[in-house]
């Protein structure tokens, strides 16, 4: 079959909820791939820590894959490559500071011999079948941020990946005003762009001017050990912490591994040449303690990561009553629960907090109202595609972008194939999307069988029943009652006495199919479960001698 002519868009993750991003770019046939990332789970999927795209959709047409293009190296648009690269088998394009963060993942996971990894020079170009992409500069919260320039027989697309406008960027160089607007000057026939912050009516903010705030709430703990924790990403925010150390005659350590392979990276590559040299915890926690500025991991909530074992009391980093802990990050949608708990133990041990509500310790990456308008009239596309957002984030996207003037606005939502040339655009199909669910080395549905049965367990307990029966099936000694988050501690000998009479009872009846029996004991066993507690828990029963 001839392929149809035309330009296809689809998001298979990011387009409807924050992380996850991939999208992916069709032409007469073939596909580009633009990131392919990861969110992280919450208490909704108990034993997960990472939630991955279903990328089923470009799976089925592999064949037609041209390459994987990333715009950084930030996890909700880089992590999800050790999982299917390999599989995939096409090329990833990325410059160099993100193709550092990649091979990491790729080695760790032992396939950075299966992938071709190729590098591409900060502003450079690649083609790719049909897709002719230039990487385009944009400032961000990590060094070599990227738009990527797509052009394609049916129109050239700005995809803008994660943005902001700093007039000061603490790394790297941004594309200037003018040659944005020539771009735009040439002709641009849609902007797919980061929806993060459209309802803030401020602009994000320079790094520049964080440093000023950090310094005064650094000087304000004197005498006492400052913590000072932020996205370990955030290579911008190192810099300026660095600076902060300088400012304030404190020397540097650096808690968290993440933090370390951000650090080895950005060296490696170019950046943070002039960051101070760092002292290991034993240094750190013998010098005065007015003399040492700490940066820690975990101001998410991270339950393993250096803050919360800091304020659990099992981290060699130790903070007493007086000390400072600076939040220098924004709180990410769904982990205000993990994020209040750390500052509850922080705040019994007296430990003083400061967020971005009480000083002006962080600035965005993304672009609030006023860069959006910016970049609409740098650009000027026919269309906008909102994308980086939960649904509410992309509809008011949609709208604002009309409201100031550009021509259409294309709502939609992950799975949507949608049609931007020729004609009109239109959504022409709809891709099967998902979440997988990274379970320890298994990746299988994040909704599936597994994971609703440890919901279940994890909602109503669990409780396991065994019966041996000898060669004329009659039950030998006692049935066995095994209990797990079942809540009778108090009276937990009278209850297996109760559940243990109700097997007898279903016993006593001579149920000769085996499964009906099976099922008749799981039945009376929560029962009693249901009586004395009001929960249905899980019931597993075995019969031995069956």
């Known amino acids: 079959m001839t392929p149809a002519k035309e330009l296809l868009f689809v998001a298979l993750g990011g387009s409807g909820e924050i992380g996850m991003n991939v999208n992916l770019y069709g032409c007469d046939g073939k596909w580009l791939m633009v990131d392919c990332g990861i969110t992280f789970a ?69 396939i950075a011999d299966q992938v071709r990894l190729n590098l591409v020079d900060v502003g450079g170009k690649v083609s790719l079948g049909p897709f002719d992409v230039a990487f385009t500069p944009l400032a961000h919260s990590i060094p070599e941020g990227n738009a990527l320039l797509i052009e394609t027989p049916y129109g050239r697309v700005f995809h803008t990946g994660d943005w902001k406008i700093d007039d000061a960027p603490q790394l790297g160089e941004p594309s200037t005003v003018e040659e944005l607007t020539a771009i735009g000057d040439k002709g641009v ?5 980061d929806s993060t912050n459209v309802f803030n009516s401020e602009r994000s903010g320079s790094e520049a001017d964080v440093r000023a705030g950090l310094d005064r709430a650094i000087v304000e703990a004197a005498g006492k050990r400052v913590l000072v924790t932020t996205f370990a990403s955030n290579a911008a ?46 240094t750190a926690m013998d010098l005065p303690r007015g003399e040492v500025l700490i ?20 981290h060699p980093i130790k903070l007493d009553a007086g ?11 769904g982990n205000e629960t ?34 959006l308008i910016d970049m609409y009239r740098w650009i000027r596309p026919q269309m906008v595609v909102p994308v980086h957002g939960e649904a509410r984030h992309l509809a008011e996207h949609a709208r604002f972008a009309v409201a100031q003037g550009v021509p259409g606005a294309v709502h ?32 299988l549905p994040a909704d599936g069988g597994t994971i609703n049965e440890r919901r ?57 199919d085996v499964e009906r029996l099976r099922e008749a004991l799981r039945l009376a066993s929560r029962r009693v479960a249901t009586k004395w507690t009001g929960k249905k828990p899980v019931v597993d029963v075995l019969i031995i001698g069956e």
């Not at 940066?295 to 099992?314: D, F, H, K, N």
């Open 412 to 443: 939609h939502r992950d799975g949507d194939i949608l049609r931007l040339a020729p004609g009109t655009p239109a959504r022409v199909g709809f891709a099967t999307v998902g979440r997988l669910a990274l379970d320890g080395d298994v990746i």
């Open 237 to 282: 925010r190192l810099q300026t912490l660095g600076q902060c150390a300088r400012d304030t005659g404190r020397k540097l350590c650096v808690a968290g591994r993440s933090l370390d392979r951000i650090l080895r990276v950005a060296k490696a590559t170019g950046y943070l040449r002039d960051f101070p040299e760092t002292v290991d915890f034993d």
């Open 456 to 512: 279940r367990i994890a909602a109503y307990g669990q409780m396991s029943v065994a019966v041996a029966l000898d060669r004329k099936r009659r039950v030998i000694g006692k049935p066995q009652v095994r209990l797990q988050g079942i809540p009778v501690e108090e009276d937990r000998e009278p209850f297996l006495a109760e559940v243990a009479d109700a097997v007898m009872a279903v016993m006593a009846k001579g149920e000769a």
């Open 42 to 110: 919450d208490p909704a999927y108990p034993g997960i820590d990472v939630i991955l795209p279903d990328l089923q959709f470009i799976e089925d047409r592999a064949d037609d894959l041209v390459g994987i293009v990333v715009t950084h190296g930030h996890e909700d648009h880089i992590g999800a490559l050790p999982y299917f690269a390999a599989d995939l088998g096409v090329p990833i394009f990325a410059t160099p500071f993100t193709a550092g963060l990649i091979r990491g993942k790729l080695e760790e996971e032992g």
């Open 323 to 333: 000390d400072r802990v600076i939040f220098s990050s924004k709180q990410i949608p």
């Open 295 to 314: 940066i820690a991991t975990g101001g998410q909530g991270e339950p393993r990561a250096a803050l919360a074992r800091v304020a659990e009391g099992s």
């Open 189 to 193: 026939l849609a902007l797919v762009c």
């Open 338 to 371: 993990a994020i209040g708990a750390i500052m509850n133990r922080l705040a019994e041990k007296g430990i003083e907090m400061v967020t971005d509500r009480q000083a002006f310790v962080h600035v965005s990456g993304h672009p609030g109202r006023p860069e």
